[in-house]
């Protein structure tokens, strides 16, 4: 349960935001918990936009390009979680010759007139990847410090980097969050920081839906027969070798073909060495395995590989999180969850044989159980992964402001 707001004049008294590529509402969630009220809202997905409605009761679906910034009411606080795609190494890294990139300056022009019409809002809280501190050399972060500054807002230093898991949620997914306030009302140096935390500090457990009282809904996420073969193969193989460590991909296929590595940078290489390596050493028993198991036929290619990233501290597979991904069936150790993005490969529950569910995914997120989650799994799973985590938005926010308001 969330801990009573800090009852400092800016919250006791209420204050107006606004919701700029709003998602489905996580900086609403936390700044109504903070007492803030939404004035306006703005997210270009009509499926994304209708989940907000139903949820605030607001009209969100617009184009942020095209929004005449008159039509904006005054407010106290700009939130924007702007797109982190052209930035993120999974995106291309493009920053601003990226299209999606450069709608960071539709929150300048927004400030800009909002500046000139009342003197603009008070305080500037916005969220992004956490490669948007490094990208290209850190021009782009000196970029959006300076545009900020000029506009007359005293700007943190560097963006707060903050996980799920440093507040005790267990998901893991570092952001970079900036807060800035008006020069003229705090002009001293910014000084506050969320202390990290280390890994496998949490556990999955807290957000897991108890079996017991959900069983015929949750069936309906358990792992395919297919999967399930898969899992048990690796599970086999995992238990049968004589390495409980292993610090590298396995890649079945390198067990029973001759490689031609002339070609491969140096890593791969490295890699099908120490697969050769296990191999040599677990012969015995990996032909074995190989031969009960059909040489894999039926086996995807995808599904041939495995990483097993668990420092040896479970022994079974089904003690883990597991992941379908591209590299290969991925397992982690079952205290956090990887991070949620818009392109998900579901994470699995080993212990369940079953996929994390929509409600879980909320949890991951920090947001209520009484969110109203979009009807279609598919795109609830997409909209929480583009969601930005409601605790670590508050606790940043609620953290800046009581520093603000104590230090004037």
Known sequence: MDEPIKMNEFFEKGFKFIDLFAGIGGFHQAMKQLNGKCVFAAEISPETAETYKNNYGIEACFDITKVNPDDIPEHDVLCAGFPCQSFSKAGGRKGFQDARGVLFFDIVRILQYHKLRYGGPKYVLLENVRNLVSHDKG???KRIRKELCNLGYNVIENPLIVSP???????????AVIVAVKSEYFDKKIEISIPSKSRNTCSIDSV?????????????????????????????????????????????DVFFEDVDTTDFPEWKKEFVRKNKELYEENKEFIDKWYIANKRLKGIKKTHRKFEWQVNGSIDTIYDGVIQFRPSGVRVKLPTEFPALVAMV???????????????????????????????????????????????????????FVDYVEDNR
């Open 345 to 399: 490969h579901v994470p699995i529950i080993g212990k369940q044989k079953r996929y994390l569910t929509p409600r879980e995914a909320a949890r991951l997120q920090s947001f209520p159980e009484d969110f109203k989650i979009d009807a279609n799994i598919h795109l609830a799973y997409k909209q929480f992964g583009n969601a930005v985590n409601v605790k670590v938005i508050r606790t940043v926010f609620e953290k």
């Open 165 to 175: 898991h440093y507040l005790d949620v267990p998901q893991l997914r570092e952001r």
């Open 208 to 252: 897991l839906m108890k079996q017991s009282s959900s069983e015929y809904m949750l069936q309906s996420f358990r792992i395919s027969a297919y999967e399930e073969r898969v899992l048990k193969l690796w599970d086999d193989f995992i238990k049968g070798i004589n390495k409980k460590i292993i610090g590298f991909p396995i890649w079945s």
């Open 139 to 141: 021009n782009t972060w």
